[in-house]
């Protein structure tokens, strides 16, 4: 058996997004991601997290990666290379345990978007060419670098990054005749261990592709990156996931169930001195659900709340609402609900933001949580909208509802 270890690289000092290696990324630590894809490959054998930093190390060991060493300082610098991290692996691990992989696959946390069978499908293509030092991850480039130039200052001329034979000007030329240019990702590096050792390189020589469908291109610098992967990870693309994989929106959708506070309203509450309370909602919510029911689609709200500004929202919205649950019985009433409506639960779907939610997940055919739901309900959602309860969430469910329709009708 081929031995081969996925090796993660996590240091613990970045600026860019501090502590971004065990942030919360789409309800996991960002590293939990990279954890995930070699732990779910059928080659690997091994996974090992390299870190200088306590926290990430326990992080790591909770989402079943191994530390066995700490990283030294001198090579979690700001330009530390990838190389000498990885050699101070291969070292240690020789001398203390006498382990020789054949192999060793490195995989970026700050490329955490990757299709199933990745690093199974880079592992294959090195073990199938025998001249091959490395397999990189590839996607066609964005920008074509035949039409890019060397920059040496406003007072001096351009002059073109590359030149391609046989044709004078490139550009100048149409894309459709320039070669066909590719860019590497972080996503995934698969290197056999005499290219680090012998030739002192993580890529050598021979260089082999794995061509990467370009929905999964991603390397996440800023706190705008963050925010937009999110997404790509709530759309539904089809990714190694640290927990259940999300399911997609129902092809069928007969009611829409919301929670209350949290979701319709952003779950501040004001209180007079005589004690009563005033909740804030957003209008917007409304706009769409005349439009749902039309196409045969119920909306209706669910909550926890006794208060009888639950029932007093709903008749502004125009939709029926069951209020006054128990905190523990929301997953049996909803239950309750669709029996009597003789709606079927794949049918449904449920938004929430809270704990007390999660039984209403479980039920529904697809649930649905706010931004600023809590961690927990974000982990457990098939997608996560970009609004924030009280903020138009409902109103963005209602759209994408909606547009998943027109398509269907187009």
Same mark, same amino acid.
């Given at each position: ?22 942030? $919360?990324? #789409? ?7 990279? =954890? ?10 091994? %996974? =090992?997290?390299? /870190? ?29 290379? &990838? ?20 192999? %060793? ?5 700050? $490329?955490?978007?990757?299709?199933? !069978? ?61 070669? #066909? ?7 995934? *590096?698969?290197? +056999? =261990?005499? /290219? ?8 050598? !020589?021979?260089?082999?592709?794995? #061509?990467? *469908?370009?929905?999964? /291109? ?12 999110? @997404? ?5 693309? !089809? ?5 259940? $994989? +999300?399911? @997609? ?11 209350? &506070? ?15 309370? /005033? ?13 749902? +029911? ?9 909550? $926890? ?34 029996? @009597? ?22 039920? #529904? ?6 931004? *600023? ?33 027109? @398509?269907?009708? !187009?």
């Amino acid at each position: 058996m081929t031995e081969i270890l996925a090796l993660i690289p996590a240091r613990g000092g970045s600026k860019g997004i501090p502590r971004k290696n065990i942030r $919360s990324f #789409a309800g996991y630590p960002l590293i939990a991601w990279s =954890i995930a894809a070699a732990k779910q490959s059928r080659l690997v054998t091994r %996974v =090992i997290v390299s /870190t200088d930093d306590e926290e990430i190390a326990e992080v790591a060991r909770e989402w079943g990666a191994e530390t066995p060493f700490f990283r030294p300082a001198e090579l979690a610098q700001d330009k530390t290379t &990838d190389l000498p991290v990885f050699e101070h692996a291969l070292k240690w691990l020789e001398e203390i345990e006498g382990y020789h992989p054949e192999i %060793v696959v490195q995989l970026r946390p700050t $490329s955490p978007i990757r299709p199933k !069978n990745m690093v199974d499908d880079a592992v294959h293509i090195l073990l199938n060419h025998e001249d091959a030092d490395c397999v990189r991850g590839v996607v066609p480039a964005g920008q074509n670098p035949f039409k890019m130039w060397r920059f040496d200052g406003e007072e001096k001329p351009l002059k073109p990054l590359l030149e391609v034979p046989g044709i004078a000007e490139p550009y100048n030329a149409p894309r459709q005749i320039l070669p #066909a240019v590719h860019w590497q990702t972080g996503h995934i *590096d698969a290197i +056999r =261990i005499a /290219t680090i050792v012998n030739k002192k390189s993580l890529t050598g !020589n021979v260089i082999y592709p794995l #061509a990467v *469908d370009p929905r999964y /291109t991603v390397d996440i610098d800023t706190l705008t990156d963050w925010a937009k992967y999110e @997404q790509v990870i709530y759309s539904g693309l !089809n990714v190694v996931s640290p927990g259940r $994989s +999300r399911r @997609q929106m129902p092809e069928t959708i007969k009611m829409i169930v919301c929670d209350f &506070d949290g979701v319709v309203t952003d779950n501040l509450v004001l209180t007079d001195e005589n004690g009563k309370e /005033t909740v804030s909602a957003s209008r917007s919510d409304s706009m769409h659900i005349k439009t749902l +029911r039309e196409k045969g689609i119920e909306v209706m709200i669910l909550s $926890s709340e006794p208060n009888p500004v639950v029932k007093a929202r709903a008749k502004k919205m125009g939709v029926e609402a069951i209020h006054g649950v128990g905190l523990k019985d929301k997953g049996r009433v909803m239950r309750e609900l669709l029996e @009597q409506k003789k709606i079927a639960a794949e049918n449904v779907i449920y938004i929430g933001n809270d704990l007390n939610d999660l039984p209403c997940f479980e039920v #529904a055919g697809w649930s649905v949580a706010v931004a *600023d739901a809590y961690p927990e309900v974000i982990r457990a959602a098939d997608h996560v909208l970009a609004k924030t309860g009280g903020h138009g969430a409902v109103r963005e469910l209602c759209e994408l509802v909606l547009k998943q329709l027109s @398509q269907k009708e !187009n």
